[in-house]
């Protein structure tokens, strides 16, 4: 049968993550940004590897004449507010900060360099299992970047959480949760011929609950490959 492969990855994933990281497996948002596209620094944007590898984004853009140290200050001094943490900043060329989706923790790592006007370059990589929206990576990236020309921040300055901001919502316009998915309902969409990019997004974008990820419900689900 076609299409169980890419289903089977998508069911397999939460089976070999803890309780905590399989609720992380919805698409990866970042927070809003201003639209990087048509933009220098949009257009430098790239992507490579997967989602079952980990995958790799980076960018990079002028700053004008600004000093590397200063630029990689100011941009340091702006991270908290998109939920980044700094690791080390050397105010020579490179900073090392670190980003997160629920107990997962990846590198976000800025370079800067000068031959009159300074160059920032960016890279980040997910973690195998994070899915994110390329448009959304290029958008943040790009408003990282755009940190090295604003003014610093003090250093008590931090982003509002998701909890936080759940805390602070009403019930009110609140969307309902996702439905959930049974292992029968994904194979009935493989076998209607329902494309692979269409039955994964289902899958991500469904409640868990109802999915039997144990030994013999994947074993199952893997023979009907052949029928």
Known sequence: MRHVNAVFASLLLPALLSAQEATDLAPYKLPSAPNAQGTSCGSAFQSSGSMLRGTTYQTAADVGAITVGDALTNIASHLATVEVTVVRNDTAGVLYAEGS??????????????????????????????????????????????????????????????????????????????????????????????????????VRAAAHERLDVSTDALIELRKTEGE
């Open 101 to 202: 989706t629920g107990s997962r923790k990846y590198p976000i790592n800025f370079t800067a360099t000068t031959t009159g006007t300074t160059r920032i370059a960016v890279d980040v990589k997910l973690p195998a299992g994070v899915f994110a929206n390329k448009g959304q990576v290029r958008d943040e990236l790009c408003r990282m970047i755009s940190f090295a020309t604003l003014p610093p921040l003090p250093a008590a300055t931090k982003a509002v959480t998701p909890a936080q901001a759940e805390n602070t919502q009403t019930s009110i316009g609140k969307s309902p949760a996702p439905p959930a998915l049974t292992n029968e309902e994904v194979i009935k969409m493989a076998a209607a011929g329902l494309e692979d990019e269409i039955i994964v997004a289902k």
